[in-house]
């Protein structure tokens, strides 16, 4: 089931990249569609942060992830780098867990 | 160089991500050969990791992918590319090479695609390859924080696009359907339901620049 999702996924994408190449640019100018490409990754991304977090399978938990988000949040906001960021978190999750 | 270092941390934390999230190593750098799509990829094992179906992820994936379409049509109007390196073009068509292209001098805009592309591939590529070996053999995820480096990960990639009031109320209104639906829906479909962030700016006309 993992290959399938793999493999229909990468053509998927592959195939969304090549129609931008392929069809006529006035089709895929209209204002909506451009606001709509630009905005659907802001909503689907701070989903995945919050399902990330908060869920554990179909339950809204605070458990250690909420805290390594947390100093995410805070090392985003000072402006961090990506690496520092994801492994601030891991360790700060790790931490709590061992405590 | 900044570029190279933030992909090579990307695609380490994609890596060690996807076996988290119970892919094996060969999925993980299959996906990164073949999608080539930091968010979409994952976006794929977070919802495939937190027990979502094949559909959501894959839907995810796509709906994450369709800003590469819009890419490819700005690029498209930049860089005469015919015949079979259309292909290519479009495996190389993300978020880093349009981000080049785009804001090259007039008439480097063909060398700093093509170049930054395939750096931007090989390095994607190693780095998968390094974070899926790495999170393989460190042993338990869960005792590492490995699970929480997913979320950071996905915040990091969200900061510079909500500098903007209304795309920080579309996060915010997602981040609120994806909480009320976690509990009523199957894993997988809070994200995809989030999507509807969206619809209330569309239908009203566009504000004043």
């Known amino acids: ?99 | 160089m900044t570029l190279g270092l933030a992909v090579g941390a990307y695609g380490l934390s994609f890596g060690a991500a996807a076996v988290t999230a119970g892919l094996t190593t060969v999925q993980a750098c299959v996906l990164s050969l073949l999608l080539f799509t930091g968010a979409s990829q994952f976006a794929l094992v977070g919802v495939l990791g937190a027990g979502g179906g094949a559909v959501a992820g894959v839907a995810g994936a796509l709906l994450l992918g369709t800003r590469n379409t819009l890419y490819a049509v700005r690029l498209a109007t930049l860089l005469p590319v015919r015949g079979p390196r259309r292909i290519l073009a479009a495996q190389l068509t993300i978020d880093e090479t349009t981000g080049m292209a785009t804001s090259a001098p007039p008439g480097l805009a063909g060398t700093a695609f093509w170049a930054t592309g395939l750096s931007v591939y090989v390095l994607w590529n190693l780095a998968t390859l390094l974070g899926a070996v790495g999170a393989a053999r460190l042993g338990d995820p869960a005792a590492l924080g490995l699970d929480a480096a997913v979320p950071a990960a996905f915040l990091a990639l969200l900061a510079p696009q909500v500098r903007a009031r209304n795309t920080l109320a579309v996060a915010a209104a997602g981040a609120l359907l994806a909480a009320t639906a976690i509990p009523l829906t199957p894993p997988g479909v809070p994200v995809l339901l989030a999507g509807l962030a969206v619809v209330p700016l569309l239908a009203r006309p566009r504000p004043p620049a």
């Open chain 1, 1 to 99: 089931m993992i290959w399938t999702a793999v493999l229909v996924a990468s053509l998927g994408c592959f195939l969304l990249k090549l129609a931008g190449w392929s069809v006529p640019a006035r089709w895929l100018e209209r204002d909506r569609l451009q606001r709509a490409a630009v905005l659907l990754p802001v909503a689907l991304l701070a989903a995945l942060v919050v399902v990330q977090t908060f869920a554990a399978d179909r339950a809204l938990v605070l458990d250690a992830r909420a805290a390594g988000l947390a100093v995410a949040a805070a090392l985003v906001l000072l402006r961090a780098p990506f690496l520092l960021v994801v492994v601030a978190a891991a360790a700060t999750a790790a931490l709590v867990r061992a405590w």
